[in-house]
């Protein structure tokens, strides 16, 4: 599938669009009870993430997740869930087969309840490195590794597109716990707000998080955070309940880009969004949500419908997709004319 290529840099450039992958483990005979992924030693995890050119920089966890800061955005653990999120030109596709194996010799998994792996349309994609060069590679890839996929792309492929790629609807039988997934991924940044992420303004990550408001953007999140030399953002918080919310910030205003992401369960999203881009500022943005039946959130399908405009931004466009699981809602929304 193409992908738009405006002319920026070169060497300057860094590509802040995520590929995000989350896979659900089980056990084919039923015995995923004494199973656990976080009793893979970390420094197997380490080693899995050097194929995929990034780095821990920091960690936290709880009674129900571990999360890593990585050198490109972040991974969580959890006990059947993993999900790696990452941007720059890492190739977390590459990982998968080593993971898939290491799962199955130190945490007991021998096969998946789901699998999911998405990522807006990059800006640069000739910068990126195989299979990530263009989504038709990495669906030729995943294939090669998982039976019955499917794959879609939702929003104008030429300009402000997403792309999935997922188990196929009818084989795989439906998850029982309530789970969702809210991601807003922003482009356009205001340079007033990005200006914060940036060592010359904030001396310190608990400085940026706490003059940007992002420590009040979801109450009980314990935040670990990270300011990168000379700029450059990351943060993971989770909560006791095994909640998590993750942002991860390019400030460069030529190519400004933020990611958002949480699974807190709500039944409405709208004060969330409206948080989140008030914060930033974007000049456009993306909003999917991912809800099973479950799910406090499965109305969202009929909210976001609704959802019209955010105050200056106005929806040009929304998509709903019937997935295995879950109900998948997108929408984008842009800023009106000045």
């Known amino acids: 599938m193409a992908e738009s290529e ?7 450039y860094f590509e802040g669009v995520e590929k995000l992958l989350e896979i659900w483990f089980t056990h084919t005979d039923g015995k995923a009870k004494n199973c656990d992924l976080r009793s893979i030693p970390r420094n197997k995890w380490e080693s899995l993430l ?8 920091s960690f936290s966890s709880n009674e129900l997740v571990d999360a890593y800061v990585l050198s490109e955005s972040s991974m969580f653990i959890s006990k059947n869930r993993f999900i790696l999120k990452t941007c720059g030109t890492t190739t977390p596709l ?3 087969e080593p993971l898939i194996m290491l799962v199955n010799q130190h945490a007991g998994f021998n096969s998946y309840e789901d699998v999911f792996y998405s990522r807006k349309n990059f800006k640069r994609p000739d910068l990126q490195k195989s299979p990530h060069r263009t989504f ?11 039976k019955d996929g499917s794959s879609y792309c939702l929003g104008e492929e030429d300009s402000e597109c997403w792309y999935l790629y997922t188990l196929h609807p009818n084989n795989v039988p439906q998850l029982a716990q309530p ?6 991924l922003m482009s356009d940044l ?19 998080t706490k003059k940007s408001g992002i420590d009040k953007l979801i109450p009980n999140m314990r935040i670990d955070d990270f300011l990168f030399d000379p700029c450059g953002y990351s943060m993971n918080g989770i909560t ?3 909640y998590y919310m993750t942002i991860h910030i390019t400030p460069e205003l030529e190519f400004s880009y933020v990611s958002f992401e949480t699974n807190i369960p709500q039944s409405s999203y709208k004060d969330v969004i409206s948080r989140v881009i008030e914060t930033f500022k974007p000049g456009k943005f993306v909003v999917t949500i991912f809800a099973n039946k479950a799910s406090p959130a499965s109305a969202s399908t009929h909210e976001m419908q609704k959802l019209s405009r955010f105050g200056p931004w106005m929806q040009r466009d929304i998509q709903f997709c019937r997935l295995n699981n879950y109900d998948l809602t997108y929408t984008f929304y842009s800023k009106f004319p000045s």
């Open 179 to 184: 789970d969702q997934t809210l991601e807003i």
């Open 6 to 12: 405006p002319k920026f840099s070169g060497a300057e």
């Open 94 to 96: 590459q990982c998968l």
């Open 190 to 208: 205001d340079p007033k707000v990005m200006s914060l992420f940036t060592k010359a303004s904030s001396s310190s990550a608990l400085e940026a």
């Open 136 to 146: 038709d590679e990495e669906v030729e890839l995943l294939n090669a590794i998982f």
């Open 240 to 242: 006791k309940s095994g």
């Open 50 to 57: 050097q194929i995929v050119h990034c780095e821990v920089i």
